[in-house]
T-cell receptor, first 111, second 115 residues
């Protein structure tokens, strides 16, 4: 099983601030997904990155896949209270469709 | 994408009993998975539900405790058997879609409390 370390585990910021969440591994992943989960719901897919060095933007969210496909970051600009939730990164193992999840980042954006 | 429903959404059960959770997808999918998630924590894969054959279980999970059925390409069940309070968790099913099968969509989860 490939491991994926996610940091920080908890993050509490004020509205308008910027933040970055990191996922790191010593293993190569075929692709990497980012999810956001709210209480009482299942994780909702935000983005999938496939190519090393790839950058994808989703409004105020910027996702980057490392050149070596071992790490990824999620950057949120001007965070809003609606961004509050559990953010999860998940790497697709090179052996197949199996996903390895990071530990998650619980983000709280205070108004 | 895929729309996934789970039943029940939550349940409170007595120690020693069993609960079967259903997962229904709105389209035919090859890969279905079952996960467990402690509140506020990440997801742990229980098993891959295979259509027409036995499920593939991850380390630490066994068929006697978590029997899984996959009668067709749109439906699967997970049973939590002989429950104990340690089984209290959120149980999620997911499906893998896309040309590469690398994108997973999740159901809303079943919140289980064992007394």
């Amino acid at each position: 099983t490939q491991l994926l370390e996610q940091s920080p585990q908890f993050l509490s910021i004020q509205e308008g601030e910027n933040l970055t969440v990191y996922c790191n591994s010593s293993s190569v992943f075929s692709s990497l997904q980012w999810y956001r989960q709210e209480p009482g719901e299942g994780p909702v897919l935000l983005v999938t990155v496939v190519t090393g060095g790839e950058v994808k933007k989703l409004k105020r969210l910027t996702f980057q896949f490392g050149d070596a496909r071992k790490d990824s970051s999620l950057h949120i600009t001007a965070a809003q209270p609606g961004d509050t939730g559990l953010y999860l990164c998940a790497g697709e193992e090179t052996s197949g469709s199996r996903l390895t999840f990071g530990e998650g980042t619980q983000l709280t954006v205070n108004p | 994408s895929a729309v996934i429903s789970q039943k029940p959404s939550r349940d409170i059960c007595q120690r020693g009993t069993s609960l079967t959770i259903q997962c229904q997808v709105d389209s035919q999918v090859t890969m279905m998975f079952w996960y467990r998630q402690q509140p506020g924590q990440s997801l742990t894969l229980i098993a891959t539900a295979n259509q027409g054959s036995e499920a593939t279980y991850e380390s630490g999970f066994v068929i006697d405790k978590f029997p899984i059925s996959r009668p067709n390409l749109t439906f699967s069940t997970l049973t939590v058997s002989n429950m104990s309070p340690e089984d209290s968790s959120i149980y999620l099913c997911s499906v893998a879609v896309g040309a590469r099968g690398d994108t997973q969509y999740f159901g809303p989860g079943t919140r289980l409390t064992v007394l």
